[in-house]
């Protein structure tokens, strides 16, 4: 069908499912198309999904298990994660070569670059009108925007998120105009300034159509500049303006479940930002859902929590009918006892088994809207599966920490790091010391209570609460 030709990237829309862009009207609806680098190289079938980078790298997997052992074809990357010093000191700005380079990222998957992760943390500060609260390694900090573009002139990412102006409340009458005015104008100041020709996706605010009415004129006055659309909010593909309608939309809007995935495929987005594929393995949990999947008595549980010791003899595959690396190696068994171990393999293991259950949920989707069965499949799937993934029970891939007191031996506990951090501006740290004086803390390590008071680390993860204390 539509095919179009930006900078960089080829977008061919090919077919539309129920409500989709063939039927006039919305913008919105199911639809299948390929996206690919200009230059040959990389080039995958939408829907399909972003793997979130830590520092990075796909959490659990080396830059060789990413390109052999998955389907993974585009990552995200945010800037934020690598600015812990101050300007003139920050490797990645004064960096020879390209992003690629700079993460020893295999040359098979899209690098997507943004200044902030997503979901972002909530920072401390406002973002003003040069510059974005940014959270980095060693706290809050503020990403001069001037900083961002000469970054995407540099290190040429193969995608580059101009930089959204996004408040960390919901904001007020005065503040939606003012964010709407600053993301144009840094989109503008991106695309003058886009030398190295890195092919540029917009923002498109979590606001009314009505409200960034303005904002997406000059979208469609520019179009010729821009090769994509950021969604911070997903359900907006259902209302964009039709000339907007051949760029490939990358949504940024949390989808938490498969269920969520399927809302907003049927909304019309093309790839979708995933934060659960990691969240699962984290918590050593398998997944084990396909799509449309089988109606039954019972609804099917969309993961198998390998803490669980029902699998403690168990020779099946992660996933039954799983062709992963994982799944034809190992068994169900053996991953519980590495997990029980606190041996990295597990992890490895089950994100190279989820990411392939991932791919495969994808690839049945795309099959399903050119057959014209997403609609009633996305009945079936909502009919067989249970709603949420299990409650997560077991420990992260996290170190042990021994303890002072005698009493409390062997105190594991799981410290919470870098993607699996979120935190908020002003919030006392989380982590216990890993160390403490011989002298005084000693006293007070002894005199801790038989119970420590353990930080429920699940809960950290999911509701938000700091650690990193700025500094
Ligand atoms: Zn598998």
Redesign the pocket.
């Known amino acids: 069908m539509a095919v179009a030709t930006r900078p960089g990237i080829v977008f061919d829309l090919q077919a539309a499912g129920a409500g989709g862009v063939a039927g006039g009207g919305s913008s919105g609806g199911a639809r299948v198309g390929r996206l690919a680098a200009a230059g040959g190289g990389v080039s995958f079938d939408t829907p399909s999904f972003v793997a979130q980078t830590s520092r990075g790298a796909v959490p659990h997997l080396s830059g060789d298990n990413l390109r052999d052992h998955t389907d993974v074809r585009v990552v995200y990357v945010a800037l934020e994660d690598f600015v812990e010093k101050s300007h003139p000191n920050v490797p990645v700005y004064n960096y020879p070569s390209t992003l690629r380079n700079f993460i020893s990222h295999p040359p098979n998957s899209l690098l997507v670059l943004a200044p902030r992760r997503s979901p972002p943390v909530t920072t401390a500060t406002p973002n003003t009108d040069a510059s974005i609260a940014i959270l980095t390694s060693v706290g809050f900090r503020a990403l001069k925007v001037e900083d961002y573009f000469n970054a995407v002139s540099n290190l040429r990412p193969d995608i580059a998120i101009s930089p959204p102006d996004i408040p960390h409340q919901e904001p007020g009458k005065i503040r939606r105009p003012k964010m709407v005015f600053r993301t144009e104008l840094w989109l503008g100041e991106l695309i003058n300034r886009n030398t190295s020709n890195t092919p540029i996706f917009a923002p498109v605010l979590p606001l009314d159509i009505e409200q960034q009415s303005y904002y997406l004129n000059y979208l469609k006055e520019h179009i010729s500049s821009l090769s994509g659309l950021a969604l911070y909010d997903a359900r907006l593909a259902v209302d964009l303006p039709h000339d907007l309608e051949g760029l490939p939309r990358l949504s940024l809007d949390e989808a938490l479940t498969p269920h969520k995935v399927l809302q907003q495929v049927s909304w019309g987005v093309d790839v979708l930002n995933l934060s659960f594929l990691t969240q699962m393995t984290d918590a050593g949990i398998s997944l084990i859902f396909q799509f449309p999947g089988e109606v039954g008595g019972k609804k099917e549980a969309l993961g198998a929590d390998l803490w669980n010791k029902e699998y403690g003899a168990s020779l099946e ?3 039954v009918g ?3 690396y ?2 034809r190696k190992h068994h169900r068994a053996y991953v519980q006892h590495l997990l029980t171990a606190k041996e990295m393999t597990a992890w490895v293991l089950l994100q190279i ?1 989820n990411a ?2 991932v791919s495969d949920f994808f690839t049945t989707i795309r099959e399903s809207i050119a057959r014209g069965t997403f609609e009633e499949d996305c009945k079936i799937f909502a009919e067989a599966y249970a709603k949420e993934f299990p409650e997560k029970t077991g420990h992260g891939p996290r170190c042990r920490l021994p303890s002072l007191n005698p009493r409390n031996a062997p105190l594991i506990r799981n410290r919470l790091r870098g993607y699996q951090f979120k935190s908020e501006g002003g919030a006392v740290k989380k982590n216990v010391k890993a160390f403490n004086k011989l002298g005084g803390d000693k006293k007070e390590a002894l005199e801790e209570p038989e119970t420590p008071p353990d930080i429920d680390t699940e809960e950290l993860v999911q509701g938000g609460l700091a650690e990193i204390s700025s500094g």
């Open positions: 595959p992660l996933a799983c062709k992963c994982s799944c088994h392939k259950i």
